[in-house]
């Protein structure tokens, strides 16, 4: 063997066992580098007999071209393996459990909000929606309170500077509005459940000037106050996730309904700090309800001498405090983490009848 053919067998074989770049690199200077043994070699050339040049040549240069292509195949082949091993090490495996607790949690407003659609959208109810900025026609007026009512009074009203074609808004003071819309633009049967945020001048422990209700509406020729405590039967055993209920009716008094009827709910408060519902020997007052006044159904583009109607409606966040055990609402839109930490919900357990609502 030639020295140069053993000069590149043994360059070769030195390249093919590179552990590294940083190895490969040695090579590549103690071969091609200034003083290299290749480089050395190109440099005899320059010495040589033109005849000897012409055949040694071509030698030469091929053993530089064949060592510089196994360095650049081989420092490919190095680098892949290197991200091989970095993409082993780094790799995630997504089907891990989330760890450490997920961070997020999910306001009792909002879980019970999906508890209670929850509730209504399998009994058959559609979910609608109102602004929070509302005619003062429509949450009063049509609703059977016109201007001056002494109902207005009992609504600690927020009132937005009247426009200049004369119509006025407030912010709504109730999602009875909801209703308004609604007729005005279903015929019936009509079968709604519409929750949403309502405002009025009110502020202690157990009132935030803004705060959340719930309206229910259902219009048809035959709907009776039977139906409405059904359904509120329904409601309330679904939603405290209690097998039996008792409601108490007391007559009331709201402009939009008539007769108008206020729910206790038969609960059991003589734990301290604890209430159970469905036993006991007290009563909880939960909605106001009643007929559809037969003017808001004229009012609202429904004929009152065919359709008949129940309404009902009710605060969310009271529901939130009395299922949760959450005494106060004004944390409720403090914002504050450690609150929403202890009274929050997982993210990943969305309220569902048969899944559960609240686990
Ligand atoms: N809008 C009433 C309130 O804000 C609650 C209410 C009472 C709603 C009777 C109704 C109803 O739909 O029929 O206190």
Known sequence: MSDISKLESDLLAAIAAAKDEAALEAIRVSALGKKGSVSELLKTLGGMSPDARKAQGPIINALRDTVAEAIATKKAALADAALDARLATERVDVTLPIRPVPQGTIHPVSQVLDEVTAIFADLGFAIAEGPDIEFDDYNFTKLNIPPDHPARQMHDTFYMAKQKDGS????????????????????????????????????????????????????????TLANLKWVLEEFYKAFFEVDSVELRARPSFFPFTEPSVEWDLRCDRSVPGKITFGTGNDWLELAGSGMVNPRVLDMCGIDSTKYQGFAFGGGLDRLAMLKYGIPDIRPFFESDLRWLRHYGFSAFDLPTLDGGLSR
């Open 168 to 223: 006025s808004h407030v912010l709504r003071t109730h999602t009875s509005p909801v209703q308004v819309r609604t007729m005005l633009k279903q015929k019936p049967p009509i079968r709604i459940i519409s929750p949403g945020r309502t405002y009025r001048v009110d502020s202690d422990a157990t009132h935030s000037p803004m705060f959340h209700q719930y309206e229910g509406l259902v219009v048809d020729e035959g709907s």
